[in-house]
């Protein structure tokens, strides 16, 4: 079976978490403070705050916000359903805003109809590894004083003319979930330059605690949001080599792009030109006359695994019967959830993975096309 994504562990990977095990400090050590700065350090902020998960880092960011019931925070609805999610958990609502058909990212365009007197800040989505456009959105939440927290959970490297996303707003988020570019089992980080919003997120990821000089002393509900020594020092190795990541991630992207540029019915991912872009997955689009959830079985017959990437959120259940959401409600974000094709991505697929891929999806396309 070639699989959707396969984490790459060094060997220097396992020594850094063995390390750590023959220690007697496995969480709240010196690996996760070393893990903060040269996270802090890659990205270019002033802190970093590591927790264990990026739901958890989000949910921290929409506290650290003043986010409260009734407000109204605009979002993507084509995501991984966490990031409308920690929204909810504050007892507001997320306002979705259209895709653009390209990019699939929300649409900046569309964000200004749907502000209205509750909105209280932004969440835009680099969804995929692709920047949003962070001028445009930045200038709209200039003129309406909107707070803008990036989810980057899936961009980390990525930049949007030639700055990393994470890093325009108050706070950015990203995400170290094995199939991420960066793997720490379980993970995610907060980056900002604020210093009073990196110290309400740090006290709420530990129970609330303070830094008194007294034992075990809480001043807010807090949450056990933390990140251990073990997932740390698996961070640390991989940054090291985050960079050389990337850049493979990048180069996989580029031989799919080569190898599936000329086959009719499929749309191969759109880059714009002010993004660099970091490739969480690669995915592709399938023109209208194909029927994508066939494609995925006729696939995983022949051993290769694929997946339709995103369903949108306001068609999950849990939204349709919160705010009344039906088909037709975002129609580009739903055309493109009922037509996207993610295939096996990751730093270690060899040339003749992708050939496999790609001949084996020529096959299963011409016999629908028949």
């Given amino acids: 079976m070639i699989q959707l994504a396969k984490p790459k562990i060094t060997a220097e990977d396992k020594q850094a978490v063995l390390d750590v095990l023959n220690t007697t400090q496995h969480s709240l050590g010196p690996k ?14 002033k802190y970093a705050l590591a927790v264990n998960s990026g739901t958890s880092a989000l949910h921290l960011c929409m506290i650290a916000s003043g986010i409260n019931q009734d407000d109204e925070i605009i979002t993507s609805p084509f995501s991984f359903i966490a990031s409308a999610n920690v929204i909810l958990m504050c007892n507001a609502k997320p306002v979705f805003v259209d895709i653009n058909a390209k990019t699939f990212n929300f649409d900046e365009n569309k964000i200004e109809q749907a502000i209205t007197s509750k909105t209280k800040a932004i969440l835009p989505v680099h969804i995929f590894g692709q920047p949003c456009n962070m001028e445009k959105i930045m200038e709209i939440a200039k003129k309406h004083n909107l707070i803008v927290i990036e989810d980057a959970c899936e961009s980390i490297g990525a930049k949007f003319n030639k700055t990393k996303v994470g890093t325009f707003g108050k706070a950015g988020v990203f995400s170290f979930y094995p199939n991420k570019q960066l793997n720490t089992t379980e993970g995610g980080v907060i980056v900002t330059d604020d210093k009073e919003f990196y110290d309400i ?170």
């Avoid at 739903?334 to 060899?350: A, G, Q, V």
Wanted: hydrophobic content about 35%; aromatic content about 12%; proline content about 2%.
């Fill in 32 to 45: 996760k403070k070393e893990f903060e700065e040269n996270f802090a350090k890659f990205i270019g902020t």
């Fill in 201 to 370: 997120c740090n006290s709420l990821h530990n129970q609330g605690r303070v830094d008194t000089g007294q034992w075990l002393q809480h001043s807010f509900l807090g949450y056990n949001y933390r990140l251990g020594e073990l997932n740390c020092a698996l961070g640390i190795s991989q940054l090291n080599r985050i960079n050389s990541i990337i850049s493979n991630r990048q180069e996989v992207a580029e031989k799919y792009n080569k190898a599936l540029s000329n086959i009719q019915g499929i749309n191969i991912p759109h880059t714009e030109d002010y993004a660099e872009h970091s490739w969480f997955v690669y995915t592709i689009t399938l023109d209208k006359s194909f029927n994508r959830n066939e494609i995925i079985r006729e696939m995983n017959k022949r051993n290769i695994q694929t997946k339709g990437y995103f369903p949108s959120i306001h068609l999950q259940q849990l939204y349709k019967d919160l705010f009344g959401y039906k088909k037709g409600s975002f129609p580009i974000s739903e055309d493109i959830s009922n037509r996207t094709l993610t295939l096996p991505f990751y730093e270690e697929l060899t040339n003749e993975d992708i050939k496999i891929v790609v001949e084996n999806l020529k096959e299963v396309l011409n016999e629908q096309a028949i």
